[in-house]
Nanobody, 126 residues
């Protein structure tokens, strides 16, 4: 059984940067896409982006339009690790950030992702 764990959240000022991490343990994730999501209070869980790897380990990230150009997803398949680098953080960016796995290489629906980590809180002060 694969477990996901996020870390690195915190309080930053608007315009600052933050990098959060996701580590998978307990199983092989070679066939999965790793997705990043966020959820603000009172709102639905929102797709942020994802990363897939070829068999050789070449990463292919993709992004939601709301974060494209500001956020960068990276990671190493062999280490079962992904990072979400968030730059120029804005008032719409705060929330609990999650990582999760999906066997679907096209879906961005949270319902197609499992398992989930416990999340890490990102707070942006103005």
């Amino acid at each position: 059984q694969v477990n996901m764990e996020e870390s690195g959240g915190g309080l930053v000022q608007g315009g600052d940067s933050l990098r959060i991490s996701c580590v998978a343990s307990g199983g092989d994730i070679s066939d999965y896409k790793l997705g990043w999501f966020r959820q603000a209070p009172g709102k639905e869980r929102e797709y942020v982006g994802s990363i897939m790897w070829t068999k050789a380990g070449t990463p292919y990230p993709s992004y939601a339009s709301s974060v494209k150009g500001r956020f960068t997803i990276s990671g190493e398949k062999a280490k079962k690790t992904s990072y979400l680098q968030m730059n120029t953080l804005q008032p719409d960016d705060p929330g609990v950030y999650y990582c999760a796995l999906s066997l679907s290489y096209v879906s961005t629906d949270p319902g197609t992702f499992s398992p989930w980590g416990q999340g890490t809180q990102v707070t942006v002060s103005s």
